[in-house]
């Protein structure tokens, strides 16, 4: 059986020790728009994009230069039917040394290619992984959301 989870990797010329912390400062790639703690295993945070997306975070694991998982624990989409489809997946940042680069395998399991919102939360994560993440590692300045619509999807959406 094929996994049909969206997943993307890169590989940076970081430590694995910058990329886990450049992940916990979720405001310093995806979105200054996060209110509570979203480094430590028990911190719950909340994400919102006006009013089109909101969800609640919970941080699951945190293995220092190796892992990050957390847990959609609620979700609320104003363009899908199901308004819900995030709730109860995992977003997982897996961190391995390959010689002197570092690769981050993003995986958000449960968001699969039937899911309504799968194209519009590929282009996202893709600009916000892959895009800001990156750079946040490599500059020490991300692109995050600071509230004005960053994808296609986004300013489609917003219209």
């Not at 104003?78 to 040394?97: H, L, P």
Request: hydrophobic content about 40%.
């Amino acid at each position: 059986m094929t996994n049909r989870d969206y997943t993307i990797s890169f590989t940076v010329a970081q430590s694995p020790d910058v990329v886990f912390a450049a992940i916990g400062n979720v405001r310093g790639w995806w979105s200054q728009e996060i209110s509570g703690g979203t480094e430590h295993v028990g911190d719950v945070f909340a994400y919102r994009y006006q009013d089109l997306h909101r969800s609640r975070v919970a941080i699951m694991e945190a293995a220092p230069g190796r892992r990050i998982v957390w847990h959609v624990l609620d979700n609320y989409f104003s363009f899908t039917r199901d308004e819900t489809e995030w709730k109860g997946t995992d977003i997982v940042f897996d961190i391995a040394s390959k010689g002197d680069l570092t690769e981050i395998t993003f995986t958000h399991r449960g968001l699969v290619p039937s899911y309504e919102c799968f194209e519009a939360c590929s282009q996202g994560w893709r600009m916000y992984v892959e895009g800001s993440l990156r750079d946040l590692i490599m500059t020490g300045q991300g692109r995050p959301n600071i509230g004005e619509a960053m994808t296609e999807s986004e300013r489609i959406l917003a219209a």
